[in-house]
């Protein structure tokens, strides 16, 4: 946890859940919530065309926004954190989904969250990004991932098999339907679902999961982040999915690069926000039947 604060609060730029135009009035009510604290909203083009108003170049958004605001559930952050990572400006998720692992502010407590804003209570987490590239024939298609890079099988048929290094050393061939490359903000989601490990957020790990592996020996493996991972497919193609949003076919030839990126995201969040609180309510940890 830092102790960064913001430098303005005067405006704020919204990315609304895609697809999803009956948001519009939620939207106009927290617009309203803002602007009534002397915060100034402006949105996005493409969400402004969903709910047939005007917007602004997400470019613009992302320079001229003190901070952003996604609307939506986790997978609305997860795309708005990784489009706009180069901008460095924190991100804050108000949860009208229904998960809301990331996107934590409910919709009942934004007038609260924007006092204490207002005030200095709140914290902006540094949440570590993975950078990397696939490489092919001396070319290179550079990406970031907030949650997770996954190498699977191209069809259900087929089975992938994938040569890992680490830091040009091999170790590693798994077999199977693929392999997870998770961030510890990742390890909540399709790495955990595969049998992965929960990694507390603000650690600097890269968790390496392999899923449905075909031998009983292969197991999830967490490795600095500084560490740099190599994969490739010797026998056929895979496909490269970046936080389940954007997917790379890969051949034989071609070369997954992974290690963590120098410089994290950053999620504003309630200043009480407790990250164990948040796992025994989402995973309902301690019930009993």
């Not at 180069?86 to 924007?114: C, H, M, Q, R, T």
Request: proline content about 4%; glycine content about 8%.
């Amino acid at each position: 946890m830092s102790d960064e604060k913001l430098k303005n609060i005067k405006s704020a730029g919204f990315i609304l859940k895609p697809e999803a135009p009956e948001i519009k009035e939620l939207y106009h009510t927290i617009k309203a919530q803002f602007e009534s604290r002397g915060i100034s909203v402006s949105l996005s083009e493409k969400s402004a065309r969903m709910i047939g108003e005007e917007g602004l170049p997400f470019r613009n958004i992302c320079k001229e926004s003190d901070f952003l605001v996604s609307l939506g559930g986790d997978g609305t952050l997860l795309s708005l954190v990784r489009r706009s990572y180069g901008y460095n400006k924190p991100v804050l998720g108000i949860n009208a989904g229904n998960l809301g692992f990331l996107a934590d502010i409910k919709i009942n407590e934004v007038d609260s969250f924007l006092d204490s804003l207002l005030v200095g209570e709140y914290r902006i987490d540094d949440r570590m990004m993975i950078e990397g590239y696939i490489e092919r024939a001396n070319n290179k298609k550079s990406f970031y991932a907030f949650n997770d890079v996954v190498i699977t099988r191209p069809t259900i048929s087929k089975m992938a098999l994938i040569d890992a290094s680490i830091d040009g050393e091999h170790f590693n061939r798994y077999s199977g339907d693929g392999l997870i490359i998770a961030t510890p903000t990742g390890s909540t989601a399709y790495s955990m679902a595969a049998g992965g490990p929960i990694i507390y957020p603000l650690t600097k790990a890269l968790i390496m999961t392999p899923i449905c592996a075909h031998s009983l020996t292969q197991r999830p493996l967490v490795v600095p982040a500084d560490f740099t991972i190599e994969l490739h497919s010797p026998n056929g193609k895979v496909i490269a999915m970046i936080d389940g949003q954007d997917d790379y076919d890969m051949f034989v030839g071609d070369q997954l690069v992974i290690k963590g990126a120098k410089i994290g995201a950053k999620l504003l969040h309630r200043v009480e926000r407790n990250y164990f609180a948040v796992l025994r309510d989402k995973l309902s940890w301690g019930e009993t039947n």
